[in-house]
C-alpha cells in the first residue's frame, strides 16, 4: 500500500491551499484516515481525521479554517485549508488505517490491517 500526497506549496498569509492524499495498492477498505503534520524543531500533530462514515475531528488550532473530506471510491482524503497563517508551515502528512483481505497461492486467508503514511508535502505560509 502507498500513499501519495500533492498540493502543497507557498501561499501568502490569509490565503488557500488543498492537500490531496491518494491510497493504491492491495486495499480491501480503510478506517480513519487523517493528517498530522510537522513544523521545524516541532513535534508531528494531528491536524485532522475522518472515520470512514465520515465524522470528523479537528486540532484546536485549525478548527473553522480546514476541512478534511474523503472519497472513499478512489481511496483520497483532501485537507481545505483556508485562511492560512505562517503557524500553519509544516511538512503535512497523511495517513490511513488500511485492511486488506486476500489469499495466499496455496488457499490460506490472510487478513491484515496496518497505519500507511504518505511522503509529506510542504506547505509554506510566508509574505
Known amino acids: 500500500v502507498q500513499l501519495q500526497a500533492s498540493g502543497g506549496g507557498l501561499v501568502q498569509p490569509g490565503g488557500s491551499l488543498r492537500l490531496s492524499c491518494a491510497a493504491s495498492?492491495?486495499?480491501?477498505?480503510?478506517?480513519?484516515m487523517g493528517w498530522y503534520r510537522q513544523a521545524p524543531g516541532k513535534q508531528r500533530e494531528l491536524v485532522a481525521k475522518?472515520?470512514?462514515?465520515?465524522?470528523?475531528n479537528y486540532a484546536d488550532s485549525v478548527k473553522g479554517r480546514f476541512t478534511i473530506s474523503r472519497d472513499n471510491a478512489k481511496n483520497t482524503v483532501y485537507l481545505q485549508m483556508t485562511t492560512l497563517k505562517p503557524e500553519d508551515t509544516a511538512v503535512y502528512y497523511c495517513?490511513?488505517?488500511?485492511?486488506?483481505?486476500?489469499?495466499?497461492?496455496?488457499?490460506?486467508?490472510?487478513?491484515?490491517?496496518?497505519?500507511?503514511w504518505g511522503q509529506g508535502t510542504q506547505v509554506t505560509v510566508s509574505s
Open positions: 495498492g492491495s486495499i480491501s477498505g480503510i478506517n480513519d
Open positions: 475522518i472515520t470512514s462514515g465520515g465524522n470528523t
Open positions: 495517513t490511513a488505517d488500511v485492511y486488506s483481505n486476500y489469499y495466499l497461492k496455496d488457499g490460506t486467508p490472510v487478513a491484515k490491517r496496518d497505519d500507511y
